[in-house]
């Protein structure tokens, strides 16, 4: 009895030391994840990189940041930007500055917007349609926003490249299916006519083997294509 409950109390001590190792080895990269989020390199990189066109702005609509993605999509600079009332740039159309100025004020009462779809004058002139989604961030006791843009002819066009290529790999596999089916139908066929004037029952029994693959075959052949829509 005490030789048992000396062999439990040690699988208890094992236990004990294999959590610990594990919550030391979590606590070690728990540690080096806080390490790395609050790195400026890590949020410098987040900020820069991220592929979608993002800009901040402050509760009286000054641009306070924007990403290389966002200047890209616009034309204009991080210098040309920051610093100026969002109301009073050219890259928004007189005929939505009334918008801009109703979701800012709805920003300023703590509220946010979006997705919003607005119109952007870039700096060659061009005509974008958008998509703004923004939300409410705190940075060093400061209320701002943070807006997330998506050009929204550039994702249609995804979007239609995307169902032309499905079509196109939908008319293919039906066309592929069709020449199996022909050439089924033509081996069945055959196979009929050869039965025909077998005299000899290994031929006979032969062509019937053959026979039912063909029909394996078929089977597997129509429950793929029944799959495939």
Avoid at 50 to 74: A, H, M, R, T
């Amino acid at each position: 009895m005490q030789e048992e409950y000396s062999h439990m109390g040690g699988g208890v001590t094992e236990d004990s030391d294999h959590f610990e190792l594990k919550k030391s080895f979590l606590n070690e990269y728990e540690m080096l994840s806080d390490d790395i989020r609050n790195s400026n390199q890590f949020l410098n990189l987040l900020l820069d990189q991220n592929p979608d066109p993002w800009y901040l702005y402050d509760l009286k609509g000054f641009l306070i940041d924007c990403n290389q993605s966002f200047e890209d999509l616009v034309g204009y600079t991080r210098v040309d930007l920051v610093g100026k009332c969002f109301l009073q740039l050219k890259l928004l159309p007189l005929i939505q500055r009334a918008r801009a100025k109703i979701i800012l004020d709805k920003n300023a009462a703590g509220m946010i917007s979006g997705p919003d779809e607005f119109e952007f004058i870039t700096k060659n002139g061009e005509l974008i349609n958008v998509e703004l989604k923004n939300s409410l961030v705190d940075i060093k006791n400061r209320k701002l926003v943070l807006v997330t843009v998506r050009d929204v002819e550039k994702h249609l066009k995804k979007e239609k490249e995307l169902e032309s290529r499905t079509e196109a790999r939908e008319k293919m596999i039906e066309e592929l299916y069709r020449q199996i089916e022909k050439n089924l139908q033509i081996v069945t066929s055959l196979m009929n006519l050869q039965k025909a004037h077998m005299r000899d029952d290994k031929d006979a029994e032969l062509l019937q083997d053959t026979h039912n693959r063909v029909k394996s075959i078929r089977k597997a052949y129509s429950i793929s294509r029944a799959y495939s829509y």
